[in-house]
């Protein structure tokens, strides 16, 4: 019987799907447009698609990255909320913290948005535990079932319990909760202790809210999916790894950055495996680009991310997301200036070109009008409507008074300056010098602006995998089974007993949790880590911690780790001044269960001479060259199906593949590495560079 793996990665525009043959290590990609109505007909859709005659008995296991939760919370639709915490902290969410988006300078227009739940269903109980978990004033169970009451009186049912110093004994906690189910059954309850057992009392409610809020929408999109599959599957968590749909509809919160997350991942292995350790990822969508910073085949993690406004100090990879997709929105701004993004078109109506109504011009609709992208999409599947698109952008031109492909050009130029300063931010601000990383540009619209992302970021090179539209899916096939376990625990002098039996006691949810998903003991891997700061500072730093028996060998050990990170990140360090104590705060372990990746295929050695283009066709590539006529190419058209191991082609030209494009403008080639990669590299000026204009 044959084994077939698939990842379905759904996104904004288009559900791309992979399978992997575990027999033959054949690889399958496919795509199909999103529903976003009900995201799982996209889902089943792509899996029928991908099967192309077998049957669902022939698959061995699914993998799923989902937007649903993300969706929820970007276009702001929590459920009603009700939030319970400790008696005299009922403002916590309105206090939140100080800091301002986008610095001082717009903080004075800056309101504070609506709290995810109003004040009106924010209910306390009596009951207080001290920073080490002792009990000040019991927990008050007549008051817990009054609140509890109110809130079935009142058809809230999604409730986030969060109560003070809970990190440190989740006793108060476990007892609401007890309460909840006894006199509330129907309502869905996260508390604290459960969702993120860290200290920080805001951001630790704000996370349990979200996983409440999001809670009931992923366990009917989870339970769809498994009556209409009849089979079980895993879903991709933010943190890099996977978890059992069954595990996951219990802490959904894990599956905010479900798909970027993959996708960083399927190309931190492509990168690797092509000799490149150490890459910016680039993932451009319908409706946003994801770029993360892979150092030595590891993606970085973070656990100060958000989600639109909401915090959410979960472990994540660390992504920053811009709205700069193929389907964002040019518009013109009150003073008279072009503008793009972050509102996308989406998937319906979708861009001017889709003919399902769109109106608005469209990344999409610009590359189209200047040749850049081919009529259709998917390789014919989608037919676009280039005369529309050329109608919507001489609209939005003569509104400018601007020429079309300036406009159309401008329109290109916005978007991919958007993209870099997504990329400073995860490189420059992070310490990282841009230059030193080449990028990996994946996703359907990732490949599109490469050439112009080189010349503004100065990196050395960009890599463009084979089915660049399908990473994500594929990434969803190389991620182990993953669960994160935190514990706070603030000292200056850490006891090593103390700290074992913390370790021990993580590593032992550790293990429940990878038993359940079906891994033995002897393929259980647990990672630990630790967040240490100096004494005075308000954040920390994380570390990883070494395995074995915890001696001084070891503290000394995190403690020389914690310096040089600090130093590497800051600038600075205290590592011979006895002055500046170090603080141990959070100890972690995360529970690995491994997975066999697949394989990625070597390109057989060329036979000699170079593959032929396909054809040709007008492109506008840039006003500047001397040596074509008003901007516009006669330009080859290459199909990447075709080209070999070492083929190497010169721009002006276009690249054309199943799911996505690649034009290389004048002054830049694309050679075709060992494993197919199209790796891009500016090579000479514009103004030098040979080529037939028109």
Not at 568 to 580: A, E, T, V
Request: glycine fraction near 12%.
């Amino acid at each position: 019987m044959r084994s077939v793996r698939i990842g379905v990665d759904t996104g904004g525009t288009f559900t791309d799907v992979v399978a992997v043959d575990e027999q033959t290590g054949e690889i399958t990609t496919t795509k199909t447009p999103s529903t976003p109505a009900n995201p799982a007909d996209g889902f089943m859709n792509g899996v029928h698609k991908v099967l192309s005659g077998l049957s669902l008995s022939d698959v061995g296991g699914i993998v799923h990255g989902t937007t649903v939760a993300t969706n929820q919370l970007l276009e702001d639709r929590p459920v009603d909320l009700g939030f319970v915490t400790t008696e005299g902290f009922e403002f916590i969410l309105e206090i939140a913290r100080q800091s301002v988006p986008d610095g001082y300078g717009n903080s004075y227009f800056w309101v504070k948005p609506p709290r995810i739940v109003p004040v009106h269903r924010v209910k306390t109980v009596g009951g207080r535990l001290d920073h080490l978990g002792e009990e000040v004033r019991p927990f008050d169970e007549e008051e817990a079932a009054e609140v509890a009451r109110w809130y079935r009186d009142q058809g809230v049912t999604a409730i986030g319990v969060c109560f003070l110093h809970s990190y440190a004994n989740p006793a108060h906690e476990r007892r609401m909760r007890a309460v909840l189910e006894r006199e509330h059954p129907g309502a869905v309850v996260s508390i604290s202790s459960d969702v993120l057992r860290e200290y920080r009392e805001y951001e630790r409610s704000v996370t349990t809210l979200v996983d409440a809020a999001v809670k009931p929408t992923m366990r009917r999109y989870i339970a769809n999916l498994s009556s209409r599959l009849g089979m079980p599957f895993s879903v991709m968590k933010s943190n890099g790894g996977v978890l059992s749909a069954s595990e996951v509809v219990h802490q959904p919160i894990t599956t905010v950055l479900s798909g970027p997350a993959a996708g960083a991942l399927g190309a931190a292995l492509i990168a690797g495996t092509a000799g490149h350790p150490s890459v910016i990822t680039l993932d451009g969508g319908g409706t946003s680009t994801d770029v993360a910073v892979v150092v030595d085949g590891e993606p970085s993690l973070t656990t100060e991310g958000s989600i639109g406004r909401y915090p959410c100090k979960i472990p994540m990879i660390d992504i920053v997301t811009v709205g700069a997709g193929g389907g964002s929105i040019a518009w013109i701004s009150p003073e008279g200036t072009l503008k793009v993004g972050p509102k996308s078109a989406g998937a319906d109506p979708g861009p001017i070109c889709y003919g399902k109504g769109g109106t608005d011009v469209t990344v999409t609709d610009a590359h189209v009008f200047l040749g850049r992208v081919p009529p259709h999409l998917l390789g014919g599947e989608i037919p676009l409507d280039a005369g529309a698109a050329r109608a919507g952008v001489e609209a939005l031109a003569d509104k400018l008074g601007l020429s079309p492909e300036r406009t159309a050009v401008g329109i290109l130029e916005i978007s991919a300056f958007n993209q870099s300063n997504a990329i400073r931010q995860i490189t420059v601000k992070r310490g990282l010098d841009v230059r030193d990383f080449p990028m990996v540009a994946f996703g359907g619209s990732g490949p599109l602006l490469v050439c112009r992302l080189i010349d503004i970021l100065s990196v050395p090179a960009v890599v463009v995998p084979p089915n660049p539209g399908n990473v994500s899916a594929f990434g969803l096939l190389t991620v182990d089974v993953k669960n994160d376990y935190v514990r706070t625990h603030v000292t200056r002098d850490l006891s090593l007993e103390t700290a074992a039996g913390i370790l021990g006691d993580l590593e032992s949810q550790a293990a429940g949790a990878l038993d359940r998903e079906g891994f033995p003991g002897d393929r259980h891997v647990y990672a630990r880590s630790a967040d240490l700061r100096y004494y005075g500072q308000a954040y920390e730093v994380r570390v990883p911690a070494p395995a074995g028996p915890l001696d001084e060998a070891w503290r000394a050990e995190v403690l020389d780790r914690f310096h040089e990170a600090h130093q590497k990140l800051y600038g600075y360090g205290y590592r011979d001044d006895p002055r500046h104590a170090v603080e141990w705060v959070n100890l972690r372990v995360s529970g690995i269960g491994p997975i066999t990746r697949p394989a990625i295929p070597e390109l057989p050695p060329a036979e000699g001479g170079t593959t032929a283009a396909s054809g040709e066709r007008r492109v506008y590539f840039d006003e500047e060259s001397r040596l074509q006529e008003n901007g516009w190419w006669t330009a080859p058209v290459y199909r990447r199906g075709e080209l070999g191991r070492g083929d190497v082609v010169t721009g002006p030209a276009v690249i054309e593949e199943y799911g996505s494009t690649l034009p290389l403008h004048p002054g830049f080639t694309a050679e075709a590495d060992a494993h197919g990669n199209l790796v891009v590299r500016r090579t000479t000026d514009n103004a030098t560079t040979e080529g037939a204009g028109e």
